[in-house]
């Protein structure tokens, strides 16, 4: 079986990538823009199981050439660009799609919003369209967001996938149109896509512009001598439903084997923690002194007060379940930014004024 990645280099395509090659009988395959980074992609290429194909190959003939079907394969390509879209999905003619590439940042979204919508609108657009051109008949799991639902009522949670959808973002706008672009090309021409609706997940790897990971770095920093015993915080009064980032890949896998194209899916933990308990969860996790303040700058224009999957739907069809605690979780995120803050080389701006 041979799977197609949009996205791979970020931090759900890289924790996928490494799932998918453990599986026996599982081709991976990656678009990979040219100015990428692979930091995500580290542990594959220590253990020799990265392939990069030449970039700026167009042919698909020679791209399938330079493949390994035993290791990771990373095509050059963009979803901005559709004729080197075209080119992947003819060079590996896959049968699954993970379409996670994407602007995944909602306050970026704020600062970013007609990129935000061209990238993630236009982006899926192309892909599809690829997928016409070359006859592709492949499963396409596309990313959606719980952000979708926006404001929530009291009476309206856990929330499942027949809520209203009243987006508060121009990213949370991006997932509703990706959403139903899905629906209109399945229906239109049979593109077999399906949608999740994940809610938030972290862990290792994922930037420090998302709440868990932007606390466990500020705390490594501070371990480190690098920043001032202070954290600095937005909002801690929301509510998530957090599900570790190894749970969730596992979960967009499951899908693809059982879920209906047409059909959207809730994927959660089915609980909700308040991002100040995040918080003391990662305190507790070190022996530092810190301090917090709010920090202006982290409040959203507009926020979104809860987000608390129902994903009964999901699991009633695939008997998925999350494995990893939440514990663990918080432990291995500080754990990977310690190993970030050790890093040699980077300048400390506290030692810095010493």
Not at 77 to 83: L, P
Not at 222 to 242: F, H, N, Y
Request: hydrophobic share 40%.
């Amino acid at each position: 079986m041979r799977v197609l990645i949009t996205g791979i280099t970020g931090f759900a395509g890289s924790h996928l990538a490494e799932y998918l090659h453990g599986l026996d009988g599982v081709e991976v395959y990656g678009l990979h823009r040219w100015r990428s980074r692979l930091d995500n992609l580290a542990a594959l290429a220590a253990a020799g199981a990265l392939n990069s194909v030449e970039p700026g190959a167009a042919d698909p003939a020679v791209i399938r050439a330079a493949c390994a079907p035993d290791r990771v394969n990373l095509i050059g390509g963009d979803i901005g660009d559709v004729h080197s879209l075209r080119a992947a999905v003819a060079a590996v003619q896959p049968d699954r799609i993970f379409h996670l590439a994407a602007q995944s940042h909602v306050p970026t979204s704020w600062n970013a919003p007609a990129d935000t919508l061209s990238l993630n609108i236009l982006g899926q657009l192309n892909l599809f369209e690829a997928m016409r051109a070359t006859g592709n008949d492949a499963v396409v799991q596309v990313a959606g967001s719980s952000e979708e639902y926006g404001l929530v009522h009291p009476d309206e949670v856990p929330m499942t996938e027949q809520n209203p959808l009243r987006p508060l973002s121009p990213y949370a706008v991006s997932k509703v149109a990706q959403d139903k672009l899905a629906y209109q090309y399945w229906m239109s021409y049979g593109i077999r896509a399906i949608v999740t609706r994940g809610f938030n997940h972290c862990g290792p790897r994922q930037t420090e512009n998302f709440i868990v990971a932007t606390l466990a770095k500020q705390i490594a920093d501070i371990e480190a001598g690098r920043q001032e015993p202070t954290v600095l915080v937005g909002d801690l009064t929301s509510k998530r439903d957090l599900t570790d980032v190894r749970d969730m890949v596992r979960a967009y896998w499951v899908l693809t084997e059982v879920g209906e194209p047409g059909e959207v899916y809730n994927i959660g933990s089915g609980t909700t923690r308040a991002a100040r308990e995040v918080l003391d969860g990662l305190l507790a996790l070190s022996d530092a002194r810190i301090t917090v303040r709010q920090d202006p700058a982290r409040l959203r224009p507009s926020d979104v007060t809860i987000l608390w999957a129902d994903d009964s739907k999901f699991r009633r069809l695939s008997g998925w379940a999350p494995r990893i605690p939440f514990e663990q979780t918080l432990r291995d995120t500080l754990d990977y930014w310690r190993g970030r803050a050790a890093v040699p080389g980077r300048q400390s701006p506290v030692a810095s004024r010493q």
